[in-house]
């Protein structure tokens, strides 16, 4: 019998790479094969970051693809970056699943993909495969981005994303206040970046509701007003390296150990645990208040300080004369720390932090209250939950220069931990976050996936998936769809762009071109909502000696109905403009979208 084989591409990032490899690495305990992708750089990274004592590549099987980008460019250049991946990976990612597949006898059946990462969703639904999305972030933020058209309406933002006004406001009532000036893309490099950053969002959303399973490193009980939101959303955090008794992997740099012992030489409840993640960087003016704020606070700190911290060009960041003979005896500096592993050590006082959802949740679910310094994109509305949901920590000010002086990092570090009701508030989340993990809901998600992973026909294309490669040819349809059956006379297909967009003035023109399109598939009746879905699930009884067995078992035909539904809606809106799509996102069903398009646009283009 073939054991279910898994591909996982996270986006290339530090803090996508690490929960990703844990979901992959919990899978194989469970009996499944997976192949991980990372990026060509970002693999080597990871394998040298490896101990010779760690048996990962026997667990998972690590692969790379290009990124696109030319060995010297920045991968810290988001935009570029972003960019690269819609346009090249996705032949790459082809060519590796067309060589694996033809050449193992295990074939990939499944793709668990980043939300960041939504094109190897739409090539896994066109080979047939199983696909599952994944969240390496809050689930605020995909509440936030099912939000867009709504922000849009109120002048919040306009159709590029872009902040035309400062307000605060919230998502739902039980939600916490967002700002529109930290909105994810807002606050990452210039108005260009941001509107590519944007434009991503919105085009991964969109390619993210032909998942069969959508996954999150949450829980019920961090975000339960969210997750409200985000209905289909399944919890499965926190994905911490110790729930499967391992180490944690899947890091750029090796990690420094040597930390651990020192920790152990420290009193109980003093050290100030400093890490920034893998994207922050200083200029000189701040690394500066930022060391001499730790020397006044007199007390014991371990710092992650990576080469790269500061602006100043140097082989390592300038540290202040005389710093590091006068706090040797309580201070230590180390390039990469395993955090996890830190953060539960009894020795930790506080956790000053970049609020990078990892570090959040590793942080809540040791009990380690926070001192906020967020750097970019989601960190700002993680400090939002850290200081005023969950009221586990504090922020640091700036002065009218927009520094964090020295002074305020010392008395912020008093004030957190001479009030002991942070660490008590802390405590108590970490014990309702924990109780998901063992045997909780985010448990028993990750238990339901496992099952519906191994099972057998849930996509009646699944057979596709053994390497036969997507032509351009618009007949090509016909060999890895689900819709080979429902061909259009036309010769037209449902991968095809139109050369008509929807927009707020063309509907009869725009209805007129689609619709003989979608009934020359036979698709009339998923528009129009005459097609029910069927049940997810079929009850059987079976009479034994031994009594009635019941068995609940997954409907083929409601997994066939979901994919061609989905793959129907997402190809309406590829045939809208970007702010008709704005507008219109958050529908779940090709039917909610026609009658949303005739709601908003048949009325005002009726003669």
């Known amino acids: 019998m073939a054991t279910p084989h898994v591909l996982a591409i996270p986006y290339p990032a530090q803090g996508h790479v690490i929960p990703l490899m844990e979901v992959s690495l919990w899978l194989v305990k469970q009996g499944i094969k997976v192949t991980f992708v990372n990026t060509e750089l970002n693999h080597k990274r990871v394998v040298k970051a490896l101990s ?29 970056l972003t960019e690269a991946i819609s346009n090249v990976m996705p032949g790459k990612l082809l060519d590796l699943i067309e060589k694996i597949n033809g050449t193992e006898s295990d074939k990939i059946m499944c793709v668990i993909a980043d939300y960041g990462m939504g094109m190897a969703l739409e090539l896994a639904e066109k080979l047939g495969m199983k696909r599952v999305v994944f969240c390496p972030a809050a689930a605020a933020m995909l509440a936030l981005v099912i939000n867009c058209p709504k922000l849009t309406e109120d002048g919040i933002i306009d159709s590029d994303g872009r902040v035309l006004k400062k307000q605060m406001f919230q998502l739902s009532p039980t939600m916490p206040v967002m700002n529109s000036e930290t909105l994810v893309w807002a606050c990452i490099g210039d108005l260009a970046t941001q509107k590519i950053m944007f434009d991503s969002i919105i085009n991964n959303n969109i390619l993210a ?16 007003a969210a997750l409200a939101l985000t209905p289909n959303l399944k919890p499965i955090g926190p994905l911490l390296a110790n729930h499967r008794h391992g180490k944690s992997v899947g890091h750029f740099w090796e990690q420094d150990s040597a930390c651990l ?3 152990d030489q420290q009193p109980l409840q003093s050290v100030i645990y400093v890490a920034f993640g893998s994207f922050t960087v200083f200029n000189e003016t701040q690394f500066q208040e930022l060391v001499l704020g730790l020397e006044l606070t007199n007390r014991p700190f371990l710092w992650v ?6 602006t100043v060009q140097s082989t390592s960041p300038n540290m202040p004369e005389g710093f590091e003979d006068r706090v040797r005896h309580r201070g230590l500096m180390v390039g990469w720390a395993p955090q996890q592993k830190v953060l539960s050590h009894p020795s930790v006082a506080c956790f000053l932090s970049h609020c990078g959802w990892n570090s959040t949740v590793e942080g809540v679910s040791n009990g380690v209250p926070f001192l906020c310094w967020p750097y970019f994109a989601d960190q700002f509305f993680n400090q939002t939950y850290i200081c005023d949901h969950w009221e586990v920590g504090l922020g640091l000010e700036k002065d009218e220069k927009g520094i964090i002086r020295r002074e305020e990092i010392k008395n912020k570090v008093e004030q957190l931990l001479i009030d002991e009701k942070y660490k008590e508030r802390a405590l108590n989340l970490q014990a309702k976050t924990m109780a998901s993990a063992t045997g909780g809901s985010s448990h028993n998600n990750l238990i339901s996936l496992v099952e519906w992973i191994k099972e057998k026909g849930n996509h009646s294309s699944a057979s596709m998936a053994t390497g036969n490669s997507i032509s351009s040819d618009s007949n090509s349809i016909a060999q890895n769809s689900i819709l080979s059956n429902n061909m259009s006379p036309f010769g037209m297909n449902l991968t095809q762009s139109l050369s008509v967009k929807l927009d707020k003035d063309n509907f009869l023109l725009w209805k007129n071109i689609i619709m003989p399109i979608v009934k020359g598939h036979n698709l009339e009746c998923y528009l129009l909502g005459t097609k029910e ?8 009884q079976t009479t034994t000696d031994s009594g009635i067995t019941v068995e609940k078992v997954s409907n083929s035909k409601y997994s066939r109905w979901m994919s061609i539904d989905k793959l129907l809606m997402g190809w309406l809106y590829s045939s809208m403009t970007s702010e008709i799509v704005m507008r219109l996102m958050g529908c779940s069903s090709s039917s909610e979208l026609w009658k949303a398009i005739n709601e908003n646009y048949g009325i005002m283009n009726r003669s």
């Open 209 to 224: 509701k032909v998942a069969d399973w959508s996954i999150c490193n949450t829980s019920y009980e961090l975000e339960p």
């Open 305 to 310: 300080v990576r080469q790269d911290i500061s």
């Open 52 to 80: 010779e004592t760690e048996n990962t590549q026997e667990m998972v099987n690590l692969v790379s693809i290009p990124d696109g980008l030319e060995s010297w460019e920045d991968r810290n250049e988001l935009g570029k």
């Open 261 to 263: 012992e020192w920790l």
């Open 533 to 540: 879905c069927p049940a997810q699930f079929i009850t059987t």
